[in-house]
């Protein structure tokens, strides 16, 4: 028995390109011309289990592979990371840090465990986090522009609104300095969020 990949992308909650960086780094094998077996379904879902710690796919290669070099980095890791790309990235290294987690990981985890505490973080006082905020709104809409542009992306972006909306996103923000793009993200996205946030979640 063979499944295609769209069908083990939904049992195991990931985007296509997630399995495709996950082939690259050498964790699952290519599927035939059928899709892929029990087998192979079998060993996608262990890399599933382990990339739910938040280490990155060369840390987990090494933990199979090289098990005695193995240095756990973590969520907490990745965290950091990206208040770094907040603090000093810009609008492009943003998207490509983001598209690189979900490539990476599972959209729930990265919900869970990357984005909501981050927007939490960031509504609390502190110094400089009214430039970060923006920058990290901008950062959202961008991505959720670009889920949306793929159907079968549709039921991932919609998480994502709850955690813009969680920062109180009004018309005002978008004057904010601390953003290049951020006024452009809204023209091109908020049309298109207003439509997802009326229709159901796609299975």
Request: charged fraction near 20%; proline fraction near 5%; hydrophobic fraction near 35%.
């Amino acid at each position: 028995m063979f499944i295609s990949a769209s069908t083990v992308c939904n049992m195991v909650d990931v985007l296509p390109a997630t399995l495709k960086y996950w082939r690259f780094a050498s964790l699952i094998p290519s599927p035939c011309a059928k899709g892929y077996s029990e087998a192979q379904v079998a060993q996608i879902r262990v890399i599933r289990a382990l990339t739910s710690s938040g280490d990155t796919l060369s840390e987990i290669h090494t933990l199979l592979h090289d098990s005695w070099q193995y240095r756990p980095s973590g969520w907490e890791k990745r965290r950091q990371e990206f208040i770094f790309q907040l603090k000093f990235g810009t609008d492009q290294t943003r998207d490509g840090f983001i598209w690189k987690l979900y490539s990476t990981y599972s959209p729930e985890d990265i919900k869970a465990f990357i984005l909501a505490p981050l927007a939490t973080w960031l509504c609390e006082e502190g110094e400089g986090k009214q430039t970060l905020r923006p920058r990290f709104i901008a950062c959202l809409l961008n991505h959720t522009h670009r889920l949306l542009r793929n159907e079968q992306s549709e039921k991932y972006a919609q998480p994502l609104l709850g955690i813009i909306k969680s920062l109180n996103l009004q018309p005002p923000s978008y004057c904010c300095q601390g953003s290049e793009r951020v006024n452009r993200a809204r023209k091109n996205t908020i049309g298109s969020l207003s439509d997802l946030a009326a229709r159901p979640v796609r299975q």
